[in-house]
């Protein structure tokens, strides 16, 4: 039994959490094996979240006042509830993941931007691609333009190596 000061400790610390956190996200992982509840901590660790365990009554206590009062508070059964910090849809994808090998992981929910997310909501972000991801897709989009110049200019040099004549020209010459 928990005393009244260690309950306090854990809602001062829910509560950070709850205010530090990008994303909330509701899950189940009571039933879930040793090894793999710790692969699913792992993985959300991974992606700069946590994964908690706790009362009902302390989670909605330390989200007293603020934007996941209404997610948090009220709660029935067991729950577990993933705390994004950095990449949200890296968290909801380490969760997903999970889901799809035990049933008993099930994305319930969560709060993102202080917005309440439905669990189709948050299946929808755990199909985003991850931060890393998407910045590999954004500089490969910035450098697209400039390796197909480097690729046409390294073209037209091998072209004159030859002794051919550049394909602008040639293409010049044809035109008239």
């Known amino acids: 039994m928990l005393t009244r000061a260690e309950k306090d400790v854990i809602i001062e610390g ?34 700069d979240g946590t994964l908690v365990v706790t009362r009902n009554s302390l989670f909605s206590k330390a989200a007293a006042g603020t934007d996941a009062e209404e997610l948090l508070s009220g709660l029935k059964g067991t729950q577990a509830v993933a705390f994004a910090f950095g990449d949200a849809p890296g968290v909801a994808k ?5 889901g799809k090998e035990f049933e008993l992981v099930e994305l319930r929910g969560g709060l993102l931007d202080g917005k309440a997310l439905t669990p189709a909501e948050v299946n929808a972000i755990a199909d985003l691609p991850s931060r890393d991801e998407m910045l590999g897709t954004l500089l490969a989009t910035f450098n697209a333009p400039i390796s197909a110049f480097a690729r046409v ?24």
Do not use: H, M, W, Y
């Open 153 to 176: 200019l390294n073209a037209i040099k091998e072209q004159k190596e030859a002794g051919g004549e550049a394909a602008p020209a040639a293409a010049e010459e044809s035109a008239e």
């Open 94 to 98: 380490a969760l997903k993941e999970c």
């Open 14 to 47: 829910l509560n950070k959490k709850i205010t530090d956190a990008n994303a909330i996200f509701l899950t189940n992982v009571i039933g879930l094996p040793s090894n793999d509840a710790n692969a699913l901590r792992k993985s959300v660790r991974d992606a």
